[in-house]
């Protein structure tokens, strides 16, 4: 076994290794990457989440420890790190100029280099990388807690936020994303960890919701014979969802026949409510 991380911004994650099979997910830079295989330029990696093929040219030896800079002339252990909190964040090369080295997404973690500066932090990159973000597109947290509890109408406001975002088949990000990807990245923001899978999200939660007695925040599973789908409840009538089969997009619909918004066919099909945080 060996241990990576994603060194680029966001990287594809295949079921074989070939870019033309199946993309199962998607993983962020410098998320942690377990190796038990490679074969040829493709490196089999088990994710907290999910497995799958990854390109070995878009992994790196894990970020070193180092100090950061946090005064003049002081520095401290490196426990800090910039969680990403704007849709998309652009890594800079310099602390001023705007050329630019990749660009980081929603819930991305990299860790802190120096924090002196007013408009930009210094973020260490793997692959011995360095370059400079500005302030307001992350949060500076402590390492053990990037993602720390937050109210639930930050799940719901940063699922509103990425309406209209492209659906895509095993996309994570604001530049594509299927159901149960957005599901999981608007709870990681909140401090929640959810599985992938919008049948595991479903399994993995133990409170069952009347559809007459819907919440903001709670998960609404769709399907027949099978969980197909997921979204997410904005009130007790509207949900919104990352939906490939008619919209193409992440899209707002209700359960309201008289609004223009309804959707029969997912309406007839609601296969289970679940609530992740109890009120």
């Known amino acids: 076994m060996n241990n990576y991380v994603v060194s680029v911004g966001i990287t594809d994650v295949h079921r074989h290794h070939d870019s033309a099979s199946e993309l199962v997910t998607q993983a962020l830079m410098n998320t942690s990457v377990l190796s038990d295989a490679i074969s040829d330029t493709w490196t089999h990696a088990i994710l907290s989440d999910y497995t799958g093929w990854i390109r070995s040219d878009e992994l790196a030896e894990p970020i070193a420890k180092g100090f950061c800079k946090v ?37 991305t973690v990299v860790p802190l280099l120096d924090v002196t500066h007013a408009k930009r932090l210094q973020v260490v990159l793997p692959d011995e990388r360095t370059a400079w973000i500005a302030r307001e597109d992350v949060s500076i947290r402590q390492q053990k807690e990037c993602y720390p509890l937050q109210p639930l109408k930050t799940v719901t406001d940063y699922a509103c936020a990425l309406r209209e975002v492209p659906y895509l088949w095993g996309g994570t990000s604001p530049i594509g994303i299927d159901c149960s990807g957005l599901v999981q990245l608007c709870y990681r923001m909140a401090g929640c960890v959810l599985p992938r899978d919008a049948d595991q999200q479903h399994d ?7 559809q007459e007695e819907v919440q903001e925040g709670d998960l609404i599973f769709f399907g027949e014979e099978s969980i197909i789908h997921v979204a997410l409840a ?3 009538k509207e949900y919104i969802h990352a939906e490939g089969v008619t919209y193409g997009r992440v899209i707002i619909n209700s359960f309201d026949p008289i609004d223009a918004h309804y959707n029969a066919r997912l309406a007839s099909i609601v296969w289970a409510i679940k609530r992740v945080v109890a009120s």
């Not at 909190?85 to 080295?101: G, V």
């Not at 993995?204 to 009347?210: G, N, Q, R, T």
Request: proline residues 6%; aromatic residues 4%.
């Open 71 to 107: 005064g003049a002339s002081c520095g401290t252990p490196l426990d800090l790190v910039a969680v990403v909190q704007k849709l998309e964040a652009p890594l800079y090369t310099d602390i001023e100029e705007n050329e630019q080295l990749d660009t980081l997404y929603l819930s």
């Open 204 to 210: 993995a939660l133990s409170l069952p919701v009347k």
């Open 234 to 236: 904005l009130n007790n």
